[in-house]
C-alpha cells in the first residue's frame, strides 16, 4: 500500500542540527512532488518545503529559509530534510507528505505519521 | 503571504446536525484551496481540494464550494467520526499556507 514512513526526529540543542528521513513505498516516487508540513504542539499546521519531483525546483517557507534544505533520492525512493541552527520555535512534529497525481502541486494526499524533533537545553 | 483565516474557531454541534466550515483568503487564491481533517494523535487526511473535488474515498456527505476568497467546507450530516480538527490551505502562491483550523466538537 501506499505509505510515507519518517525517521531521525529526537532532541536536539539549540543551535543543533538533525536530519529527517522519509521513505516512499507503494508509490512511484519520482514522479511526485514531496512536502515537509510539521505541527507544533497544541497547534496547527505549517508548510515547511517542497522539491519538485526531478529535484529541480524547491521552495521553503520564510521561518525555515536559508537554514533547512529539503532534498530527495529517487534511487532510494526517500525524502530528506536537514535542519540547521535549530531553534525552540523549530520544535514540532514534522510530516512528509506527497502531492497529488496529475501534477497538481501542493495538495497532500498522504502522509506519514509524523516524527517529533524537540529543541532544548 | 497567503492569510487564511477560518471561522468559527469552534463549532458544538450534534451528530446528525450539518456543519458549515468557512475559510477566508487575504487575496485570491482562485479554486486552489484545500481542506484537510486532523484527529488528535494522527496525520492530517485531504477531503477536499481545489475548493470543490472530493479526495479519494472521501464520503459525499464533506462538500466544498467557493472560490476567490471565500470557500466553505459543508458536512451534510455529522457521523461521530467526524468530529475532529478541519484546516484549509491554498495552493495558489508559495510559500503554501494552512488557516489556524476549526474544531468541529460535539455539543
Known amino acids: 500500500q501506499v505509505q510515507l514512513v519518517e525517521s531521525g526526529g529526537g532532541v536536539v540543542q539549540p543551535g543543533g542540527s538533525l536530519r529527517l528521513s522519509c521513505a516512499a513505498s507503494?508509490?512511484?516516487?519520482?514522479?511526485?512532488?514531496m512536502h515537509w508540513v510539521r505541527q507544533a504542539p497544541g497547534k496547527g499546521l505549517e508548510w515547511v518545503a517542497f522539491?519538485?519531483?526531478?529535484?529541480?525546483?524547491?521552495y521553503y517557507a520564510d521561518s525555515v529559509k536559508g537554514r533547512f534544505t529539503i532534498s530527495r533520492d529517487n534511487s532510494k525512493n526517500t525524502l530528506y530534510l536537514q535542519m540547521n541552527s535549530l531553534r525552540a520555535e523549530d520544535t514540532a512534529v514534522y510530516y512528509c507528505?506527497?502531492?497529488?497525481?496529475?501534477?497538481?502541486?501542493?495538495?497532500?494526499?498522504?502522509w506519514g505519521q509524523g516524527t517529533m524533533v524537540t529543541v532544548s537545553s | 503571504e497567503i492569510v487564511l483565516t477560518q471561522s468559527p474557531a469552534t463549532l458544538s454541534l450534534s451528530p446528525g446536525e450539518r456543519a458549515t466550515l468557512s475559510c477566508r483568503a487575504s487575496?485570491?487564491?482562485?479554486?486552489?484551496l484545500a481542506w484537510y481533517q486532523q484527529k488528535p494523535g494522527q496525520a492530517p487526511r485531504l477531503l477536499i481540494y481545489?475548493?470543490?473535488n472530493r479526495a479519494t474515498g472521501i464520503p459525499a456527505r464533506f462538500s466544498g464550494s467557493g472560490s476567490g476568497t471565500d470557500f466553505t467546507l459543508t458536512i451534510s450530516s455529522l457521523e461521530p467520526e467526524d468530529f475532529a480538527v478541519y484546516y484549509c490551505?491554498?495552493?495558489?502562491?508559495?510559500?503554501?499556507?494552512f488557516g489556524p483550523g476549526t474544531k468541529v466538537d460535539i455539543k
Open positions: 507528505a506527497k502531492d497529488l497525481p496529475a501534477m497538481i502541486v501542493g495538495a497532500f494526499d498522504i
Open positions: 507503494g508509490f512511484t516516487f519520482s514522479s511526485y512532488g
Open positions: 522539491i519538485r519531483y526531478d529535484g529541480s525546483n524547491k
Open positions: 487575496q485570491s487564491v482562485s479554486s486552489y
Open positions: 481545489d475548493a470543490s
Open positions: 490551505q491554498q495552493r495558489s502562491n508559495w510559500p503554501l499556507s
